[in-house]
């Protein structure tokens, strides 16, 4: 591989792992019900757009699939078969008498990943060989021009890092107070901005380098709508609530000020104007189709218990990662968190003006 390496980078902030009551196999109903919305969308697009006598597809007869950012199920699963549902259907309609179409899968997410929990639960019966690829999909990760088609969802607005700005305390982005990307501060603002971007394009450069000419991906990612502030979501309000509970732990001791005031959590929400913006500077795809999710959870207040657990199912691996992996110190900063959200539940969400929004992109792989 001339001039190239093939980096698998590891990193802790995976979703909690196994299929216990704070797993998020358990706790992400949010995540598969968004899936489910996209299930239309996916298909009607895929029907359309995909085109099996595009000659930089090969000849094998084995269609490639990529779930980056998979987690530990089952979600993955059955975007997977939605995805196999309406390709073979579109393979079947445009080919005539074709030859069986085998499918190869493969499931991505972090080193830290609960593969183990993922391949457990894996369908007994599946159209497709299946494979597990740890590693960041902010490196490269397949060969060239291998891949058909690539999925992500909810997974693109985890940053690689924290910018490193906002946790430095003689820079005018230091983001003491906050533990997120609200956006009442410009300097922090434009540091994750910059972060968000350079992240997407290397995503991008990576993917167009795996993905064949012609090639489909399909993204599903939290954003918010134009003009509108995190600070001013229901979803922004909730984070920054989680950073009040750090607070509090620290006034009794049980975590360190200095370790609050220098946690941020690596999530940045764009809006569409941003990422049409990063995706078009890129150059290496095509926008298909951009539109707004309508997810059927969007105007309603979730309950403090399943909010809770969400929140933890998708944040513990960062809090740990941060303020170590004792299990008491972790304990106590969740159950204060669920304390005290449940006794302010009423007064946060009368703060909330809007919401934020979920975007599905599809992207087609030009041909160079």
Request: aromatic share 12%; charged share 20%.
């Given at each position: ?10 990193g ?45 597809f ?12 998979c ?12 995805i ?11 080919l ?13 997410d ?22 597990g ?6 490196c ?11 999925y ?10 924290v ?35 350079n ?7 990576a993917?167009a ?6 090639g489909?991906m399909?993204i ?34 049980v ?12 999530l940045?929400?764009s ?26 959870m969007?105007?309603?207040k979730?309950?403090?218990?399943f ?7 998708t ?27 449940a ?26």
């Amino acid at each position: 591989m001339a001039n190239e390496e093939i980096k698998i980078l590891g990193g802790s902030w995976a979703m909690v792992g196994g299929d216990g009551p704070c797993s998020y196999s358990q706790n992400s109903t949010y995540q598969r019900e968004m899936a489910d919305a996209a299930k239309g969308m996916i298909h009607g697009e895929i029907i359309e757009k995909l085109d099996f006598n595009n000659p930089h597809f090969n000849s094998s007869n084995t269609f490639r699939i990529a779930d980056f950012g998979c987690s530990a199920g089952p979600n993955t699963f059955f975007s997977v078969e939605n995805i196999i549902e309406a390709v073979e259907h579109k393979y079947d309609t445009q080919l005539h008498n074709p030859p069986p179409l085998e499918f190869q899968v493969f499931f991505n997410d972090v080193i830290a990943n609960d593969f183990n929990t993922l391949f457990n639960t894996l369908p007994s019966f599946q159209k497709y060989f299946a494979a597990g690829v740890p590693g960041s999909f902010y490196c490269r990760l397949f060969p060239k021009s291998t891949l058909h088609l690539a999925y992500s969802s909810y997974a693109l607005h985890w940053l690689s890092k924290v910018p490193k700005e906002v946790v430095d305390s003689k820079s005018p982005a230091w983001n003491k107070g906050s533990i997120l990307c609200s956006g009442t501060s410009k300097e922090v603002a434009k540091a994750y901005s910059a972060q968000f971007k350079n992240d997407t394009d290397t995503f991008l450069n990576a993917r167009a380098r795996e993905i064949a000419g012609g090639g489909l991906m399909v993204i599903i990612i939290a954003g918010l709508p134009d003009g509108i502030l995190m600070s001013e979501t229901g979803t922004g309000i909730s984070y920054d609530f989680l950073g009040s509970c750090l607070a509090d732990m620290a006034k009794l001791g049980v975590v360190s000020k200095e370790k609050v005031d220098s946690f941020n959590l690596p999530l940045y929400y764009s809006s569409a104007k941003e990422l049409e913006e990063i995706i078009r500077s890129n150059g290496h795809f095509c926008i298909e189709r951009m539109d707004k999710l309508n997810h059927p959870m969007s105007q309603k207040k979730p309950n403090v218990e399943f909010l809770v657990s969400q929140c933890r199912a998708t944040f513990q691996g960062v809090v740990e990662d941060h303020f170590g992996r004792d299990q008491h110190v972790v304990e106590k900063i969740f159950q204060h968190f669920a304390k005290k959200y449940a006794d302010n539940y009423y007064s946060i969400f009368s703060g909330v003006r809007h919401q934020h929004i979920d975007f599905f992109i599809l992207l087609k792989r030009n041909i160079d």
